[in-house]
């Protein structure tokens, strides 16, 4: 796994871990839970990481592997029926440590390619089947990696520059032509490529020219054991939230994309227009302007809501699933969502969920049955609908049951089972391109 600008380790909700990182960390178990090996590399960003972090596995017995056994496990030659080899997660030096700007990245990239394949020098011949690259700044390395190796490049674009481009928030940057041609090189070169649903899948054959063929739909799972519905009441004593009010929960980094400024004028709106105004809990950090969170509580000042907003840093996955059972609806009113993780989540927590009708968010959610799609981001648009759902405890109810037998459908044991068919069409790819 190539995971260059974002650490699956690094918790999301800020700077630029986001679902991705909850993507390939849960995908990785999923294989290992399968007996696949997994190594995972990522830029190093500070001299304090280790070179490599291992998540231990766990024997036959379910017992954890920990000590010299981990070693063993590594170096055989064959994983053992019942046993879930440690994934290793791998920290390449690879430019200055300090944080560097997705954009900067592009100049670092042959040092990462560099460390990459020192890790496979290391190794027996034929150590890697396969390499699964994830954003297009790992796709550069993953093709150079491939090359080398002479296996097969999958590759999980999560975001597409055409696509974003095409739905900038006002005043937002586009993205960089170089990151429109390394996609494009990819589309080409890569043996297969994965959508994260039909709609990502139709965007790269009709705004980049892919194969049909070689582009796989694989939809990402959601944690079923983690987020399962819970008892609102006590989540919010937990966490000190009051009561008797109603609650609209955004969780994500706080930026242009995710557009939680739509959520704040659109309670302005409520707010001028004499409506019942709810709590709206914005739970992540800012990611590119560090100025974003005071900027959003300053725009919350300017529409007339200032003590109807509050911001939170980001939590970890057990304590986000309180934060989805505390909230009465959560709100994505994201200009482009590839897939859309957080809604799935909070699917699966029994919460109906408000997103904007853009990209994965129109297959996660089901219009009026696990919660509402939303066309356009005009404020007053978003303020009648969350009204309208927020005034009725019954649409709420049914949404809720709607909301977990949707994301029932997402599990992370069936995207494992459909990538691993992927990795094996690919490698027929590559030895037909090797023949050819």
């Known amino acids: 796994m190539l995971s260059v600008h974002t ?34 590399f990522t830029r190093a960003t500070s001299s304090d990481q280790p070179e490599t972090v291992v998540l ?32 290793l997660v791998h920290h390449v030096a690879a430019g200055p440590f300090e944080r560097l700007d997705k954009n900067d990245l592009p100049a670092v990239l042959c040092g990462m390619a560099a460390g990459v394949l020192r890790w496979e020098a290391a190794r027996r011949p034929g150590w890697y089947d396969v390499v699964h690259s994830h954003y297009w700044l790992s796709g550069q390395v993953g093709q150079i990696a491939a090359d080398r190796w002479e296996v097969p490049l999958v590759h999980t674009a999560h975001t597409l520059a055409r696509v974003k481009n095409a739905s900038l928030a006002p005043g ?51 944690d079923l054991d983690r987020f399962v519905p819970g008892d609102k009441a006590s989540a919010r ?23 939680p400024d739509v959520l704040v004028r659109a309670l302005g709106v409520l707010r001028a227009t004499g409506r019942l105004v709810p709590l709206l809990v914005v739970l992540g950090g800012p990611s590119g302007r560090s100025s974003a969170v005071r900027e959003l509580r300053a725009l919350a000042t300017v529409v007339g809501v200032p003590d109807d907003v509050v911001v939170h840093p980001p939590a970890d996955r057990d304590t986000l699933a309180t934060w989805y059972h505390a909230a009465d609806i959560v709100a994505m009113p994201s200009r482009s969502e590839s897939f859309g993780l957080v809604a799935a989540e909070a699917q699966a927590s029994g919460v109906p969920v408000i997103a ?28 009648d609908v969350i009204a309208d759902v927020l005034a009725s405890a019954d649409d ?7 909301a977990r037998r949707v994301a029932e459908r997402f599990g992370w ?4 089972d459909q990538m691993l068919k992927v990795y094996s069409v690919a490698g027929e790819v590559r030895a037909s391109r090797v023949s050819a």
């Open 7 to 40: 650490s699956p380790l690094d918790q999301p909700g800020t700077g630029d871990a986001g679902g991705m990182n909850v993507y390939v960390l849960e995908l990785s178990r999923a294989l290992a839970a399968r007996g696949a090996r997994v190594e995972i």
């Open 413 to 416: 044991e069936t995207t494992a």
């Open 172 to 222: 937002d940057d586009p993205e960089p032509t170089q990151r429109v041609v390394g996609e494009e090189q990819l589309v080409a070169t890569a043996d297969a490529l994965v959508a994260s649903t039909p709609v990502e899948a139709e965007e790269l054959v009709e705004l980049y020219g892919a194969d049909p063929d070689r582009v796989h739909v694989v939809e990402p799972g959601v």
């Open 237 to 259: 004593r937990a966490l000190g939230l009051p009561a008797d009010r109603e609650i609209v929960l955004f969780a994500g980094r706080v930026q242009a994309l995710k557009a």
């Open 396 to 402: 709420r109810a049914r949404y809720a049951v709607g």
């Open 356 to 383: 904007a009708c853009v990209g994965g968010l129109r297959t996660i959610v089901d219009h009026d049955v696990s919660g509402r799609l939303v066309r356009g981001h005009d404020p007053v648009v978003w303020a």
């Open 56 to 87: 231990p596995g766990t024997d036959a017995d379910g017992r954890p592997i920990v000590g010299e056994d981990v070693r063993a496990v590594l170096l055989a030659q064959d994983v053992e029926p019942g046993v879930v080899p440690p994934i």
